[in-house]
Protein backbone atom coordinates (compact mmCIF):
# COMPACT_ATOMS: atom_id res chain seq x y z
CA UNK A 1 0.00 0.00 0.00
CA UNK A 2 1.44 3.66 -1.15
CA UNK A 3 0.34 6.98 0.78
CA UNK A 4 -1.82 7.41 2.89
CA UNK A 5 -4.99 6.24 2.22
CA UNK A 6 -7.70 7.28 4.07
CA UNK A 7 -10.19 5.05 6.36
CA UNK A 8 -13.01 6.25 8.11
CA UNK A 9 -14.46 3.49 10.41
CA UNK A 10 -18.26 5.05 11.36
CA UNK A 11 -19.28 3.48 14.88
CA UNK A 12 -17.23 2.86 17.76
CA UNK A 13 -19.36 -0.13 18.57
CA UNK A 14 -17.84 -4.04 18.96
CA UNK A 15 -17.93 -4.45 14.79
CA UNK A 16 -15.85 -0.61 14.37
CA UNK A 17 -13.70 -1.32 17.09
CA UNK A 18 -12.77 -5.42 15.28
CA UNK A 19 -12.00 -3.40 12.75
CA UNK A 20 -10.15 -0.64 13.89
CA UNK A 21 -8.18 -2.68 16.25
CA UNK A 22 -7.02 -5.09 13.30
CA UNK A 23 -6.51 -2.35 10.73
CA UNK A 24 -3.96 -0.83 13.48
CA UNK A 25 -2.17 -4.14 13.09
CA UNK A 26 -2.40 -4.72 9.19
CA UNK A 27 -2.78 -1.17 7.43
CA UNK A 28 0.27 0.55 9.38
CA UNK A 29 0.45 3.19 6.44
CA UNK A 30 -3.10 4.28 6.23
CA UNK A 31 -5.12 6.72 8.18
CA UNK A 32 -7.36 5.35 10.14
CA UNK A 33 -10.31 7.36 12.01
CA UNK A 34 -13.25 6.05 14.20
CA UNK A 35 -16.63 8.57 13.87
CA UNK A 36 -18.74 8.30 17.10
CA UNK A 37 -21.37 9.63 18.68
CA UNK A 38 -20.44 8.86 22.33
CA UNK A 39 -16.99 9.38 24.32
CA UNK A 40 -16.75 5.48 25.81
CA UNK A 41 -17.48 2.29 24.44
CA UNK A 42 -20.24 0.60 25.97
CA UNK A 43 -20.44 -2.98 26.34
CA UNK A 44 -23.69 -3.20 25.03
CA UNK A 45 -24.65 -7.11 25.36
CA UNK A 46 -24.99 -5.72 29.59
CA UNK A 47 -27.72 -2.67 28.84
CA UNK A 48 -29.57 -5.16 30.41
CA UNK A 49 -27.73 -5.53 33.62
CA UNK A 50 -27.26 -1.20 33.23
CA UNK A 51 -30.91 -0.94 33.60
CA UNK A 52 -31.82 -2.51 36.37
CA UNK A 53 -29.42 -0.38 38.41
CA UNK A 54 -25.94 -2.26 37.92
CA UNK A 55 -22.62 -0.70 37.52
CA UNK A 56 -20.55 -1.75 34.14
CA UNK A 57 -17.51 -0.65 33.21
CA UNK A 58 -16.88 1.65 29.77
CA UNK A 59 -13.76 2.75 28.02
CA UNK A 60 -12.98 6.01 26.84
CA UNK A 61 -12.47 5.70 23.21
CA UNK A 62 -10.01 8.31 22.52
CA UNK A 63 -7.64 6.81 25.13
CA UNK A 64 -8.17 3.05 23.47
CA UNK A 65 -7.90 4.78 19.93
CA UNK A 66 -4.78 7.14 20.03
CA UNK A 67 -2.10 5.03 21.65
CA UNK A 68 -3.08 3.20 17.99
CA UNK A 69 -2.57 5.80 15.43
CA UNK A 70 -6.16 5.97 15.38
CA UNK A 71 -7.76 9.15 15.12
CA UNK A 72 -10.75 9.23 17.08
CA UNK A 73 -13.78 12.00 15.99
CA UNK A 74 -16.49 12.13 18.42
CA UNK A 75 -19.24 13.20 16.50
CA UNK A 76 -22.51 12.19 15.14
CA UNK A 77 -22.43 11.40 11.52
CA UNK A 78 -25.44 12.63 9.77
CA UNK A 79 -24.77 11.99 6.09
CA UNK A 80 -22.42 10.31 3.62
CA UNK A 81 -21.32 11.93 0.42
CA UNK A 82 -20.89 9.07 -1.24
CA UNK A 83 -19.38 11.23 -4.55
CA UNK A 84 -17.22 13.50 -3.11
CA UNK A 85 -16.25 10.54 -0.52
CA UNK A 86 -17.14 12.52 2.45
CA UNK A 87 -19.15 12.20 5.64
CA UNK A 88 -21.01 14.67 7.24
CA UNK A 89 -20.95 15.60 10.79
CA UNK A 90 -23.44 16.70 12.90
CA UNK A 91 -21.03 20.00 13.44
CA UNK A 92 -20.74 20.64 10.06
CA UNK A 93 -17.14 19.36 9.66
CA UNK A 94 -16.98 16.75 7.11
CA UNK A 95 -14.12 13.96 7.06
CA UNK A 96 -12.26 12.67 3.27
CA UNK A 97 -12.04 8.88 2.93
CA UNK A 98 -11.01 6.55 0.52
CA UNK A 99 -12.30 3.66 2.16
CA UNK A 100 -15.35 3.34 4.56
CA UNK A 101 -16.23 0.90 7.08
CA UNK A 102 -20.07 0.78 7.90
CA UNK A 103 -20.51 -0.02 11.45
CA UNK A 104 -23.38 1.90 13.05
CA UNK A 105 -24.76 -0.93 14.74
CA UNK A 106 -28.48 -1.41 15.38
CA UNK A 107 -31.29 0.58 17.93
CA UNK A 108 -34.49 0.39 19.21
CA UNK A 109 -37.83 0.43 16.84
CA UNK A 110 -40.98 -0.75 16.67
CA UNK A 111 -43.66 0.12 13.79
CA UNK A 112 -46.25 -0.55 16.77
CA UNK A 113 -48.37 2.95 17.96
CA UNK A 114 -47.21 4.07 21.15
CA UNK A 115 -43.96 2.35 21.55
CA UNK A 116 -41.97 5.46 20.67
CA UNK A 117 -44.16 7.15 22.95
CA UNK A 118 -45.07 5.67 26.43
CA UNK A 119 -42.38 2.31 26.32
CA UNK A 120 -38.50 2.03 27.41
CA UNK A 121 -35.96 0.13 25.61
CA UNK A 122 -32.52 -1.20 26.58
CA UNK A 123 -31.12 -1.13 22.82
CA UNK A 124 -28.73 1.85 23.42
CA UNK A 125 -26.71 2.99 26.52
CA UNK A 126 -29.02 6.63 26.60
CA UNK A 127 -32.31 4.08 26.38
CA UNK A 128 -31.10 1.94 29.50
CA UNK A 129 -30.23 5.17 31.51
CA UNK A 130 -34.07 5.95 31.31
CA UNK A 131 -35.28 2.51 32.21
CA UNK A 132 -32.60 2.60 35.01
CA UNK A 133 -33.64 6.36 36.27
CA UNK A 134 -37.27 5.56 36.26
CA UNK A 135 -37.78 1.62 37.42
CA UNK A 136 -41.15 1.85 39.24
CA UNK A 137 -42.98 -0.51 41.63
CA UNK A 138 -45.68 -2.47 40.48
CA UNK A 139 -45.80 -3.96 37.44
CA UNK A 140 -42.95 -4.16 34.18
CA UNK A 141 -44.28 -5.47 31.27
CA UNK A 142 -41.23 -6.43 28.99
CA UNK A 143 -42.29 -6.97 25.53
CA UNK A 144 -40.54 -9.42 23.35
CA UNK A 145 -39.79 -12.97 24.16
CA UNK A 146 -36.08 -12.97 22.36
CA UNK A 147 -32.71 -13.13 23.88
CA UNK A 148 -32.87 -9.14 24.92
CA UNK A 149 -36.52 -9.35 27.00
CA UNK A 150 -35.61 -12.31 28.53
CA UNK A 151 -32.45 -11.19 29.69
CA UNK A 152 -34.35 -8.37 30.70
CA UNK A 153 -37.38 -9.91 32.48
CA UNK A 154 -34.60 -11.69 34.52
CA UNK A 155 -32.44 -9.16 35.72
CA UNK A 156 -35.52 -7.12 36.75
CA UNK A 157 -36.73 -10.25 38.36
CA UNK A 158 -33.51 -10.33 40.65
CA UNK A 159 -32.54 -6.64 41.07
CA UNK A 160 -35.56 -5.24 41.28
CA UNK A 161 -37.61 -7.48 43.80
CA UNK A 162 -40.22 -4.95 44.43
CA UNK A 163 -41.64 -5.03 40.82
CA UNK A 164 -43.91 -7.52 39.42
CA UNK A 165 -42.36 -8.89 35.50
CA UNK A 166 -44.56 -10.05 32.97
CA UNK A 167 -43.02 -11.10 29.49
CA UNK A 168 -44.89 -10.96 26.77
CA UNK A 169 -44.37 -11.68 23.13
CA UNK A 170 -46.12 -13.77 20.33
CA UNK A 171 -44.02 -16.96 20.96
CA UNK A 172 -42.97 -18.95 23.87
CA UNK A 173 -39.51 -17.49 25.32
CA UNK A 174 -36.66 -18.42 23.62
CA UNK A 175 -38.61 -20.83 20.78
CA UNK A 176 -36.09 -21.11 18.19
CA UNK A 177 -33.38 -22.72 21.26
CA UNK A 178 -33.66 -26.64 21.57
CA UNK A 179 -36.55 -27.87 24.22
CA UNK A 180 -34.25 -28.80 26.59
CA UNK A 181 -32.79 -24.74 26.84
CA UNK A 182 -36.56 -23.52 26.54
CA UNK A 183 -37.72 -25.30 29.27
CA UNK A 184 -34.43 -24.21 31.49
CA UNK A 185 -35.61 -20.87 30.30
CA UNK A 186 -39.06 -21.37 31.26
CA UNK A 187 -38.25 -22.97 34.57
CA UNK A 188 -35.59 -20.10 35.67
CA UNK A 189 -38.24 -17.15 35.17
CA UNK A 190 -41.02 -18.92 36.96
CA UNK A 191 -38.26 -19.61 39.84
CA UNK A 192 -37.47 -15.73 39.82
CA UNK A 193 -41.21 -14.83 39.17
CA UNK A 194 -41.63 -13.73 35.82
CA UNK A 195 -45.03 -14.23 34.57
CA UNK A 196 -44.60 -15.11 31.19
CA UNK A 197 -47.44 -15.02 28.85
CA UNK A 198 -46.80 -16.28 25.38
CA UNK A 199 -49.12 -16.41 22.43
CA UNK A 200 -49.58 -12.23 22.95
CA UNK A 201 -49.31 -9.69 20.23
CA UNK A 202 -49.35 -6.08 21.39
CA UNK A 203 -51.39 -3.84 19.34
CA UNK A 204 -50.63 -0.83 21.32
CA UNK A 205 -48.24 0.92 24.17
CA UNK A 206 -50.30 3.23 26.10
CA UNK A 207 -49.59 5.52 28.81
CA UNK A 208 -50.73 2.98 31.38
CA UNK A 209 -50.14 -0.47 29.75
CA UNK A 210 -50.07 -2.13 26.52
CA UNK A 211 -53.07 -3.25 24.37
CA UNK A 212 -53.44 -6.64 22.50
CA UNK A 213 -54.90 -8.01 20.02
CA UNK A 214 -57.80 -10.28 21.45
CA UNK A 215 -58.78 -7.30 22.59
CA UNK A 216 -57.41 -6.79 26.02
CA UNK A 217 -55.56 -4.58 28.14
CA UNK A 218 -52.69 -5.13 30.21
CA UNK A 219 -52.25 -2.05 32.97
CA UNK A 220 -48.41 -1.54 33.45
CA UNK A 221 -46.13 0.97 35.60
CA UNK A 222 -43.68 0.80 32.98
CA UNK A 223 -43.21 -1.21 29.60
CA UNK A 224 -40.07 -1.90 27.97
CA UNK A 225 -39.69 -2.94 24.31
CA UNK A 226 -37.48 -5.92 23.21
CA UNK A 227 -39.24 -6.93 20.36
CA UNK A 228 -37.00 -5.48 17.56
CA UNK A 229 -34.42 -3.61 16.46
CA UNK A 230 -33.79 -1.37 13.95
CA UNK A 231 -30.97 0.44 12.60
CA UNK A 232 -29.49 4.17 11.29
CA UNK A 233 -30.92 5.08 7.95
CA UNK A 234 -27.83 6.86 7.19
CA UNK A 235 -26.78 4.14 4.18
CA UNK A 236 -30.37 4.50 2.48
CA UNK A 237 -30.23 8.45 2.95
CA UNK A 238 -26.60 8.24 1.01
CA UNK A 239 -27.86 5.88 -1.33
CA UNK A 240 -25.96 2.68 -0.83
CA UNK A 241 -27.91 -0.38 -1.81
CA UNK A 242 -29.96 -1.17 1.73
CA UNK A 243 -32.63 -4.03 2.82
CA UNK A 244 -36.43 -3.31 3.49
CA UNK A 245 -34.72 -2.19 7.16
CA UNK A 246 -31.89 -0.01 5.47
CA UNK A 247 -29.07 -2.41 6.14
CA UNK A 248 -26.36 -1.74 3.94
CA UNK A 249 -26.68 -5.22 1.34
CA UNK A 250 -22.59 -6.24 1.10
CA UNK A 251 -21.13 -9.00 -1.21
CA UNK A 252 -19.36 -12.58 0.18
CA UNK A 253 -16.15 -10.21 1.15
CA UNK A 254 -18.84 -7.52 3.07
CA UNK A 255 -18.44 -5.05 0.19
CA UNK A 256 -21.33 -2.96 -0.59
CA UNK A 257 -23.06 -4.25 -3.67
CA UNK A 258 -23.33 -0.89 -4.74
CA UNK A 259 -20.17 1.42 -3.64
CA UNK A 260 -17.09 -0.74 -4.13
CA UNK A 261 -15.74 1.72 -1.80
CA UNK A 262 -17.75 0.95 1.42
CA UNK A 263 -17.97 -1.91 3.75
CA UNK A 264 -20.36 -2.76 6.09
CA UNK A 265 -19.96 -4.67 9.28
CA UNK A 266 -22.30 -5.77 12.21
CA UNK A 267 -25.66 -5.13 12.72
CA UNK A 268 -26.13 -2.82 10.05
CA UNK A 269 -24.95 -5.56 7.54
CA UNK A 270 -26.68 -7.78 5.58
CA UNK A 271 -24.29 -10.84 5.33
CA UNK A 272 -24.82 -14.01 3.99
CA UNK A 273 -24.74 -16.39 6.59
CA UNK A 274 -24.26 -20.31 7.16
CA UNK A 275 -26.75 -22.09 5.90
CA UNK A 276 -28.81 -19.60 2.80
CA UNK A 277 -29.65 -17.22 5.91
CA UNK A 278 -27.97 -13.93 6.63
CA UNK A 279 -26.37 -13.66 9.98
CA UNK A 280 -28.32 -12.61 12.93
CA UNK A 281 -27.66 -9.36 14.76
CA UNK A 282 -25.06 -10.39 17.29
CA UNK A 283 -22.21 -9.42 19.38
CA UNK A 284 -21.11 -12.55 17.63
CA UNK A 285 -21.27 -11.60 14.22
CA UNK A 286 -20.49 -8.22 14.95
CA UNK A 287 -16.59 -8.69 15.71
CA UNK A 288 -15.69 -11.10 13.45
CA UNK A 289 -17.67 -9.29 10.55
CA UNK A 290 -15.88 -6.31 11.96
CA UNK A 291 -12.27 -7.75 11.73
CA UNK A 292 -13.14 -9.52 7.72
CA UNK A 293 -14.21 -6.19 6.75
CA UNK A 294 -10.48 -4.92 7.51
CA UNK A 295 -9.01 -8.08 6.53
CA UNK A 296 -11.01 -7.44 3.19
CA UNK A 297 -10.16 -4.25 2.48
CA UNK A 298 -6.66 -4.00 3.19
CA UNK A 299 -6.53 -7.26 0.70
CA UNK A 300 -7.78 -5.36 -1.75
CA UNK A 301 -5.47 -2.53 -1.52
CA UNK A 302 -2.60 -5.09 -1.58
CA UNK A 303 -3.81 -5.62 -5.12
CA UNK A 304 -5.62 -9.12 -3.99
CA UNK A 305 -8.98 -10.79 -4.23
CA UNK A 306 -9.58 -11.15 -0.60
CA UNK A 307 -11.23 -14.87 0.20
CA UNK A 308 -15.70 -14.99 0.88
CA UNK A 309 -16.21 -14.79 4.65
CA UNK A 310 -16.61 -18.04 5.72
CA UNK A 311 -18.91 -17.93 9.29
CA UNK A 312 -20.39 -20.09 11.39
CA UNK A 313 -21.97 -20.21 14.75
CA UNK A 314 -20.80 -21.62 18.09
CA UNK A 315 -23.13 -21.00 20.62
CA UNK A 316 -25.79 -18.72 22.29
CA UNK A 317 -25.32 -17.74 25.34
CA UNK A 318 -28.15 -16.11 27.63
CA UNK A 319 -28.22 -15.01 31.03
CA UNK A 320 -31.09 -15.53 33.87
CA UNK A 321 -29.78 -13.36 36.07
CA UNK A 322 -26.69 -12.86 37.71
CA UNK A 323 -26.53 -16.90 39.06
CA UNK A 324 -28.33 -18.20 35.82
CA UNK A 325 -28.28 -19.17 32.61
CA UNK A 326 -28.43 -21.22 29.54
CA UNK A 327 -25.50 -21.98 26.97
CA UNK A 328 -27.07 -23.80 23.73
CA UNK A 329 -24.60 -25.30 21.56
CA UNK A 330 -25.18 -25.20 18.15
CA UNK A 331 -24.61 -26.58 14.80
CA UNK A 332 -22.23 -24.13 12.29
CA UNK A 333 -25.35 -22.79 10.63
CA UNK A 334 -27.49 -21.91 13.99
CA UNK A 335 -29.47 -24.38 14.46
CA UNK A 336 -29.73 -25.79 17.71
CA UNK A 337 -27.31 -29.09 18.64
CA UNK A 338 -28.02 -31.58 21.88
CA UNK A 339 -25.33 -29.86 24.17
CA UNK A 340 -26.88 -27.72 26.99
CA UNK A 341 -25.41 -25.87 29.69
CA UNK A 342 -27.46 -24.50 32.96
CA UNK A 343 -27.15 -22.85 35.91
CA UNK A 344 -24.27 -21.45 37.71
CA UNK A 345 -21.72 -22.60 34.97
CA UNK A 346 -23.68 -21.33 32.12
CA UNK A 347 -23.88 -17.99 33.76
CA UNK A 348 -20.03 -18.03 34.56
CA UNK A 349 -19.47 -19.77 30.69
CA UNK A 350 -21.62 -16.54 29.72
CA UNK A 351 -19.66 -14.02 31.65
CA UNK A 352 -16.70 -14.98 30.19
CA UNK A 353 -17.52 -14.78 26.56
CA UNK A 354 -18.76 -11.25 27.46
CA UNK A 355 -15.48 -10.20 29.13
CA UNK A 356 -13.59 -11.70 26.06
CA UNK A 357 -16.22 -9.54 23.56
CA UNK A 358 -15.22 -6.63 25.26
CA UNK A 359 -11.41 -7.53 25.19
CA UNK A 360 -11.44 -8.60 21.31
CA UNK A 361 -13.37 -5.17 20.44
CA UNK A 362 -10.77 -2.90 22.74
CA UNK A 363 -7.68 -2.04 20.47
C1 LIG B 1 -29.40 -5.66 26.22
C2 LIG B 1 -28.69 -6.34 25.09
C3 LIG B 1 -28.06 -7.57 25.31
C4 LIG B 1 -27.39 -8.21 24.27
N1 LIG B 1 -26.80 -9.42 24.52
C5 LIG B 1 -26.13 -10.03 23.53
C6 LIG B 1 -25.47 -11.27 23.77
O1 LIG B 1 -25.50 -11.82 24.86
N2 LIG B 1 -24.79 -11.85 22.74
C7 LIG B 1 -24.73 -11.28 21.50
O2 LIG B 1 -24.08 -11.85 20.60
N3 LIG B 1 -25.35 -10.10 21.24
C8 LIG B 1 -26.05 -9.47 22.21
N4 LIG B 1 -26.67 -8.28 21.97
C9 LIG B 1 -26.61 -7.70 20.61
C10 LIG B 1 -25.30 -6.92 20.43
O3 LIG B 1 -25.16 -5.96 21.45
C11 LIG B 1 -25.26 -6.22 19.09
O4 LIG B 1 -25.57 -7.16 18.08
C12 LIG B 1 -23.87 -5.63 18.86
O5 LIG B 1 -23.66 -4.59 19.78
C13 LIG B 1 -23.75 -5.10 17.44
O6 LIG B 1 -22.49 -4.51 17.30
P1 LIG B 1 -22.28 -3.29 16.28
O7 LIG B 1 -20.85 -2.88 16.39
O8 LIG B 1 -22.83 -3.65 14.96
O9 LIG B 1 -23.21 -2.12 16.83
P2 LIG B 1 -23.17 -1.34 18.21
O10 LIG B 1 -22.52 -2.13 19.27
O11 LIG B 1 -24.57 -0.89 18.40
O12 LIG B 1 -22.23 -0.09 17.90
C14 LIG B 1 -22.64 0.92 17.00
C15 LIG B 1 -21.92 2.21 17.36
O13 LIG B 1 -22.28 3.20 16.39
C16 LIG B 1 -22.49 4.44 17.04
N5 LIG B 1 -23.40 5.22 16.20
C17 LIG B 1 -24.63 4.88 15.79
N6 LIG B 1 -25.12 5.84 14.97
C18 LIG B 1 -24.16 6.80 14.87
C19 LIG B 1 -24.03 8.01 14.11
N7 LIG B 1 -25.00 8.45 13.30
N8 LIG B 1 -22.89 8.73 14.23
C20 LIG B 1 -21.86 8.28 15.03
N9 LIG B 1 -21.92 7.16 15.74
C21 LIG B 1 -23.05 6.41 15.66
C22 LIG B 1 -23.06 4.07 18.39
O14 LIG B 1 -22.79 5.11 19.34
C23 LIG B 1 -22.31 2.78 18.72
O15 LIG B 1 -21.17 3.01 19.49
C24 LIG B 1 -27.35 -7.61 22.98
C25 LIG B 1 -27.98 -6.37 22.76
C26 LIG B 1 -28.64 -5.74 23.79
C27 LIG B 1 -29.29 -4.41 23.54
Redesign the pocket.
Known amino acids: MTGQHRIVI???????LAAARRLARIAREAHIAV????AN?VE??R??QYAVGQSIQEWDLRELLEPKRIQFVR????GIDTASKQVILDDARTLDYDSLIY????TNDADVPGVAEHAYS??TPEDSQWLRTAIPAGRIVVVGCG??GI??AAELAEYQPDSQVVLLGSEAPASWLSRRAQQHVERALERLGVEIRSEAKVIEVTPDGVRLADGSALAAAATVWTAGFGV?D?ARRAGLAVDGHGRVLTDATLRSISHPDVYA????AVVAGPGGRDLR??????LPT?KYAADALVARLAGSQPRELRFRYYFQ??SLGRRDGVVQFLHHDDAPARTVLTGRTAAWF?EQI?QGAGRAARP
Do not use: Q
Request: charged share 15%; hydrophobic share 50%; aromatic share 4%.
Open positions: LGGGYAGVDARFRVLHARANALGSVAATELPLAGDAMACATAGCIKV
